[in-house]
């Protein structure tokens, strides 16, 4: 968080200052990471939790929650008044799981789901501390499938050219 400040004098000088300031949202830490990014439909895709506090201590036997969801991905061509086509997405995430795990003296713990068919998964470790205060972080697996997955449509295939001159005549060249 950054503070700032301004105060007027009786001589109607200004003086400013700031500081910046780490505000933490919770005493814990939670963090997830892939230990297979891409898998397989059918196949365990397996995790990392840590728990760690505001001074990168590991957190022993920490109650976590890792929720599992399919990120299914919906994307559509609009064309816009010019007549040029562009990807519009949309992205929905459907519940697949959720486990609840303890963390072991190093303050780690391995939790693992099954996909039932291909598609981007993102898993979700929520932590809380003893205020109460909840913490979030998440991780991806790709999963791929014998059937066809509906991925994430981009608009980074296409560009646009702006001319710097209202007519160009081919071949020749440009009057400076």
């Known amino acids: 968080m950054t503070l700032h400040a301004n105060v007027t004098d009786v001589a109607g000088d200004l003086v400013s200052g700031d500081t910046n300031v780490i505000v933490h949202q919770s005493l814990l830490y939670g963090g ?37 969801v399919e990120r299914q991905w919906f994307s559509v061509q609009k064309q816009d008044q010019q007549g040029q086509l562009s990807w519009v997405t949309s992205v929905k995430e459907i519940p697949v799981g959720q486990k609840t ?22 898993a979700i470790v929520t932590v809380k501390d003893p205020k109460s205060n909840t913490q979030q972080a998440s991780a991806y697996s790709w999963v791929s499938s014998d059937q066809y997955i509906a991925w994430r449509q981009s608009n980074d295939r296409s560009f646009s050219l702006i001319a710097d001159k209202e007519c160009i005549h081919p071949g020749k060249r440009p009057i400076s």
């Open 101 to 122: 795990l303890v963390t072991d003296k190093d303050g780690k713990a391995q939790v693992s789901f099954v996909p039932a068919h291909g598609g981007v998964y993102k």
């Open 32 to 68: 997830i990471r892939s230990l297979s990014y891409v898998g397989k439909q059918g196949e365990a895709q397996p995790f990392e939790v840590v728990v760690l506090d505001w001074n990168s201590n590991p957190a022993a036997n920490q109650n976590v929650t890792v929720k599992f």
